[in-house]
T-cell receptor
């Protein structure tokens, strides 16, 4: 099966500019996650969608970050305006998350990420 | 919320030796513990996971052990090879939640 797709792979912007990232999850996966991974650290969850609803956005800096998942498939993450400290890799992940049959379906599969550099 | 501590931050082993990475978690209700391998510039890849109803799981050279009482779990890699060199992340998921909390990672270097 095809994996999680993200674009662009790299983006360089100046502070105070805006930027948007796109994610296409694995087909049929109900849950989509956006993570921020700063160099040398583990991924930190920014926002989690189940279908097209937000499950958890408690760690999303809502004054500058926004995300949407229209129609419960693709998602976009936007930063406006960007700050120097936003330089990081933004990872999208998805999981199936349907319960039944004794099969665990909550494994998260990651996309390749978008490396953002804010100058 | 959940807090995951991971040690060591860096680990160097000779090819053929074993490597052990340890993680502790804070939420006693956590029930799912995956391990991800991330090579430089690439996406995290799931290598093994364990659930709270199991104490140990093995997949070829990789094994994970879970001690629920002590709230810690460990990754064991035997007969290490240069291609095992990467950053390894542990994570924990609380009951009733889909959210994973990650450790800070361990950079493993396997010296030929």
């Amino acid at each position: 099966e095809a994996g999680v797709a993200q674009s662009p792979r790299y983006k360089i912007i100046e502070k105070r500019q805006s930027v948007a990232f796109w994610c296409n999850p694995i087909s049929g996966h109900a849950t989509l996650y956006w993570y921020q991974q700063i160099l040398g650290q583990g991924p930190k969850l920014l926002i989690q969608f189940q279908n097209n609803g937000v499950v958890d956005d408690s760690q999303l800096p809502k004054d500058r970050f926004s995300a949407e998942r229209l129609k419960g498939v693709d998602s976009t993450l936007k930063i406006q305006p960007a700050k120097l400290e936003d330089s990081a890799v933004y990872l999208c992940a998805s999981s199936l998350d349907s319960f039944g049959g004794g099969v665990s379906t909550d494994t998260q599969y990651f996309g390749p990420g978008t490396r953002l550099t804010v100058l | 919320g959940e807090n995951v501590e991971q040690h060591p931050s860096t680990l160097s082993v000779q090819e053929g030796d074993s490597a052990v990475i340890k993680c502790t978690y804070s939420d006693s209700a956590s029930n799912y513990f995956p391990w991800y391998k991330q090579e430089l510039g690439k996406r995290p890849q799931l290598i093994i996971d364990i659930r709270s109803n199991v104490g140990e799981k093995k997949d070829q050279r990789i094994a994970v052990t879970l001690n629920k009482t002590a709230k810690h779990f460990s990754l064991h890699i035997t007969e290490t090879q240069p291609e095992d060199s990467a950053v390894y992340f542990c994570a924990a998921k609380g009951a009733g939640s889909y959210q994973l909390t990650f450790g800070k990672g361990t950079k493993l270097s396997v010296i030929p």
